[in-house]
C-alpha cells in the first residue's frame, strides 16, 4: 500500500486534537526575542575620543593638533575640562578613515561593526604659567559623551618625531 493510498481518519470540525494552539507563553517569548533582534541596530554609539596629535605643547603657545575620534557627526560639542586653556576647533571633519582591502575579508570579515575614525584640526591655547601635567578633554553630541583624552603640557622644548628616518634625528 502506498503512502498517498493510505485512508485518512476523519477530523471533526472542532475537535481540539486537529491542531495545537499556541500558548500565551510561547507567543510572548516569541515577541520578546523579535523585540531583541530590532532594538540592537537602533541604538545610537556615543562618540569616541582617539588621541591627539601632537600629544602635547608648552605652556605659552598655542598648539595646533589633529582631533582624533570614533563617531563625530558634524553637530559635536568638545570640552576642555581646565579652567585656563582654552580648545578652539578650526577646522571641518576630516573623511571617514576607512581601512581598504584586505582588512574587510577573512576572518575579520565576518565581525561586528568597527567604530570609524574621523579627525579634525582645533588648537590648545596654553597660557604662560599653566603648571605642567596632562589636561581633558572630551566630545559629546546627541547620542552621548564621550570618555576623556588627554593633552599633556610641558615646560620644555616640543620635539616631533621625523616620520621618514634614514639617519637619526637632531632634538635641537
Known amino acids: 500500500m502506498n503512502w498517498s493510498d493510505r485512508p485518512r481518519d476523519p477530523v471533526p470540525v472542532g475537535d481540539e486534537r486537529m491542531w495545537m494552539k499556541p500558548s500565551a507563553t510561547v507567543c510572548v517569548l516569541w515577541m ?11 541604538q545610537a554609539q556615543a562618540p569616541g575620543v582617539g588621541h591627539t596629535f601632537p600629544a602635547g605643547g608648552k605652556a605659552g603657545t598655542t598648539v595646533t593638533v589633529q582631533l582624533g575620534g570614533y563617531d563625530f557627526t558634524p553637530d559635536i560639542d568638545y570640552f576642555l575640562h ?13 573623511p571617514y578613515l576607512v581601512a581598504p582591502p584586505p582588512y574587510w575579508f577573512g576572518p575579520k570579515g565576518r565581525s561586528s561593526a568597527f567604530k570609524i575614525p574621523r579627525e579634525l584640526t582645533a588648537t590648545f591655547t596654553l597660557p604662560a604659567g599653566l603648571p605642567r601635567g596632562p589636561i581633558h578633554w572630551q566630545v559629546a553630541n546627541a547620542n552621548g559623551a564621550s570618555g576623556t583624552a588627554v593633552f599633556f603640557v610641558g615646560d620644555g622644548p616640543e620635539v616631533l618625531e621625523s616620520r621618514l628616518q634614514s639617519e637619526p634625528q637632531l632634538l635641537a
Request: aromatic residues 0%.
Open 32 to 42: 520578546a526575542v523579535a523585540i531583541g533582534l530590532v532594538e540592537a541596530p537602533l
Open 82 to 94: 581646565h579652567p585656563q586653556a582654552t580648545l578652539k576647533v578650526s577646522g571641518q571633519l576630516g
